[in-house]
């Protein structure tokens, strides 16, 4: 009698774990729920892009940038990151031109500047296939060439 109670309790335990999951999940879904989205562009001589910023309730920040370049083969990805003060900090994991089958990732960092987003340029580094942004070198705003201004999302 005993090891048919044993038996049981064992069985019923992936069940409840199952069900409990399910609520941790949709618990998750909740709290990372979409406070706002946002639509930016910008352009530079020749080139141009247009980027998609969604704040979730979490913090995090994700979305999608799309960059055309006058003379060479245009990038499309998605953002991941957040904002740390007025500073947003993302890894942007894109394609380039028609080959989707190979994607890169890179650090980008945007200053939030009267109601713009300006694209900095840093030094970057490599460990174990991870880029980064070197540790202790500044993050040059004004040497970008592209500064978002916000748009209508269509």
Wanted: aromatic fraction near 12%; glycine fraction near 8%.
């Amino acid at each position: 009698m005993k090891n048919k109670i044993i038996c049981l309790a064992f069985a019923a335990f992936p069940f409840m774990y199952a069900c409990n999951s399910s609520d941790r999940k949709a618990d998750i879904a909740k709290a990372d729920s979409v406070l706002n989205e946002k639509c930016y562009a910008a352009s530079f001589e020749k080139d141009s892009a247009a980027m998609i910023v969604k704040t979730m309730a979490s913090g995090k920040v994700t979305g999608s940038l799309l960059i055309k370049y006058g003379e060479k083969p245009q990038n499309n990805g998605k953002i991941d990151g957040k904002f740390h003060g007025d500073t947003l900090l993302v890894d942007y994991r894109f394609n380039t031109g028609a080959d989707t089958t190979k994607a890169f990732t890179n650090p980008l960092a945007f200053l939030k500047k009267d109601g713009k987003l300006i694209m900095g340029v840093a030094q970057i580094e490599t460990t174990l296939g991870r880029s980064y942004f070197v540790k202790g070198k500044p993050i040059n705003y004004e040497a970008g060439k592209f500064t978002f201004e916000e748009v209508p999302c269509k």
